[in-house]
Nanobody, 112 residues
Framework: QADLVESGGVLVQPGGSLRLSCAASGFDFSSHYMSWFRQVPGKERELVAQVSSVGGTTYYDPSVKGRFRISRDNAANRVYLQMNSLKPQDTAVYYC?????WGRGTQVTVSS
């Protein structure tokens, strides 16, 4: 059964850095685009970043471009989101998506 499990979400101060990880299982990970979304209460889930199956193409929402970096390790079936220069408005539950399934999410809180 296909599954995605995120980890790495914590409380971090503004200006800090954090790396999220998503472990995939149960599907051919290396054949699929992978994405990170985020959601705050009362708002729709929004696409933050996406990476192609072999990692050669990436997309970033303008609000995170230059601060966040998505990467993947196909040998380990993992996708990562490196987040730098974090801002309070980055506070959200971050979700991994691929193979048309969602992970359970991991909470990122940026606050002093």
């Amino acid at each position: 059964q296909a599954d995605l499990v995120e980890s790495g979400g914590v409380l971090v101060q503004p200006g800090g850095s954090l790396r999220l990880s998503c472990a995939a299982s149960g599907f051919d990970f290396s054949s699929h685009y992978m994405s990170w979304f985020r959601q705050v209460p009362g708002k729709e889930r929004e696409l933050v970043a996406q990476v192609s199956s072999v990692g050669g193409t990436t997309y970033y929402d303008p609000s995170v471009k230059g601060r966040f970096r998505i990467s993947r390790d196909n040998a380990a079936n993992r996708v990562y989101l490196q987040m730098n220069s974090l801002k309070p408005q980055d506070t959200a539950v971050y979700y991994c998506r691929g193979f048309n399934i969602w992970g359970r999410g991991t909470q990122v809180t940026v606050s002093s």
